[in-house]
């Protein structure tokens, strides 16, 4: 058994769901976190968002580029959704594939991480099964 | 690779961030949550509060940054000189994967 935490973005939930419902891996928790990743080290990407930023602010003043700067120095930490799925240790591969492929973006960074986890037991309280009966 | 799951008090929480960042490990996920620990929770009187708020905060490194992550945490978590009940608690688990979804490759 193996538990997969994966971190993904707010906007990309259901499509993380509709995925994880697809390859079979119906039960899951989420719950809202908070998080930040590696810092960006690409100073394109960061310049590329800063214009967008300045852009969507529609003005330049010292306020907001205070803010937007705050906003891509790393420090932030930005709200995700964290899924936490056990699976059988066969299910895994696809389980990872299947979140990789709904969660990919064009954006480079801040896709989110996954993390697969060893599991030792778990028991399904109705029934009092435990291991890879009780998943 | 390991994780680190650390539950700290929600004032120290910033600190322990910063630290962790100048320390060269950036990345964390931060919970709130409620808990109680060895203590029973807290009682005053006749009530007794036993769903304390904490953060958690998670984080994933290799197996040689452990301790000094470890050193950070505990440095910064605490209260005072000597600590106090309700600083928190450090939990580390093994971790078998680790996968990037920006650039869908294996590796933190």
């Known amino acids: 058994m193996k538990e997969i935490i994966a971190v993904v973005r707010m906007n990309k939930v259901s499509a993380t769901k509709k995925a994880l419902v697809q390859v079979g891996a119906t039960g899951f928790t989420a719950s809202k976190v908070m998080g930040r990743g590696r810092l960006v080290e690409d100073k394109a990407i960061i310049a590329e968002r800063r214009a967008t930023l300045l852009m969507l602010a529609q003005k330049n003043d010292a306020t907001t580029d205070k803010l937007v700067t705050e906003f891509l120095d790393g420090t932030r930490l930005f709200p995700r959704r964290l899924f936490n799925v056990m699976a059988h240790d066969e299910d895994v591969p696809k389980i990872v594939a299947a979140i990789i492929d709904a969660n990919k973006t064009e954006n480079k960074v801040g896709d989110g991480k996954i993390f697969v986890l060893p599991m030792l037991d778990a028991v399904r309280v109705r029934t009092k099964e435990s291991g890879d009966a009780a998943i | ?108």
């Open chain 2, 1 to 108: 690779m390991i994780m680190i799951r650390a539950v700290v008090r929600p004032d120290k929480k910033e600190v322990v961030l910063d630290e962790l960042s100048v320390a060269g490990f950036h990345a964390a996920t931060v919970i709130d949550v409620v808990g109680r620990g060895k203590q029973k929770g807290i009682k005053f009187g006749d009530v007794v509060y036993d769903e304390i708020p904490k953060s958690l905060i998670m984080l994933v490194v290799n197996d040689e940054d452990k301790e000094d992550v470890l050193t950070v945490i505990l440095h910064y978590a605490k209260t005072g000189g000597e600590g106090a009940f309700g600083d928190g608690k450090i939990f580390i688990s093994p971790m078998d994967e680790v996968y990037t979804v920006s650039s869908g490759t294996a590796g933190l």
